[in-house]
């Protein structure tokens, strides 16, 4: 994507963590939070995020690239300290690594595959943000945390209960730390068309019924929509930085759904 200089700078000169950074919705909220004037700390596990922070590079956007395994406290707070060591500070943190691993109801999954999801879904919400406290209590910073709409979802429990809990660490955090001048706040996504992942969250071979498992859980993501439809990456990645920027500064333990009128 080509920066375009000419847009309103909502983030100049601030610094953004954005997790989950490599592709998908947080690739566009890069993206477009470079477009105005953020500086950029692109977190993932996938090597595509130095491609990512090369390309914004080559257009003058400050950005660095961080590998790292966010389902554990070492990774996450390693992140916010190469961030605070490259630029200075953290002013904002956008939670953005999650998704759906397996589709299928309850009672099929592993007790592996369940703590495998919550580690996903829950864990790297968690850590980054209590990580990166202490950077934005000095700045009074703010959080935007992805959640979902499918905690009211179809034959998703154990990601359903991570996204709940994202959904509770936001409003309990957020009543700890208003009275310090730091946001935080969540928006809750529907389904989202996205281009192929070029990491997939697993490779199993899906057997029929697991085809049949996971249509039963898209055409349960449209129907509930008012709209009827999958949103976009654009349509993701506007609401996040809304809550992120000034303009939300009268918002905080908030819960948004972005799910074309799925309330979730």
Known sequence: MSIDRGRPSR????????????????RRVAERAAM??????LVDRADYVKELA?????????SIALQAD??????????????REHFGR???????????IWAKPYGHYEPAQI???IRRSLFPTLWCCRAALPH????????VNVSSVATRGVNRVPYAAAKGGVNALTVALAIDYADAGVRINATAPGGTEAPP???????????????????????????????????TLDEQAGPILFLASDDASYITGTVMPVAGGDLG
């Open 11 to 26: 983030f100049q000169d601030r610094v953004m963590v954005v997790t989950g950074a490599a592709q998908g919705i947080g």
């Open 36 to 41: 105005e004037g953020a500086r950029l700390a």
């Open 54 to 62: 090369e390309e914004l590079r080559r257009q003058s956007i400050d």
């Open 70 to 83: 966010l389902e554990t406290w070492e990774g996450a707070e390693d992140v916010m300290q190469r961030t």
């Open 90 to 100: 953290i002013d904002i943190l956008i939670n953005n690594v999650g998704g759906t």
């Open 115 to 117: 703590e495998s999801e």
């Open 136 to 143: 934005l209590l000095e700045t009074q910073g703010n959080i």
């Open 197 to 231: 992942r070029l990491t997939p969250r697993n490779n199993d071979t899906q057997s029929e019924q697991e085809k049949a498992w996971y249509q039963q859980l898209v055409d349960q993501t449209t129907a509930s929509s008012l709209m009827h439809r999958y949103g």
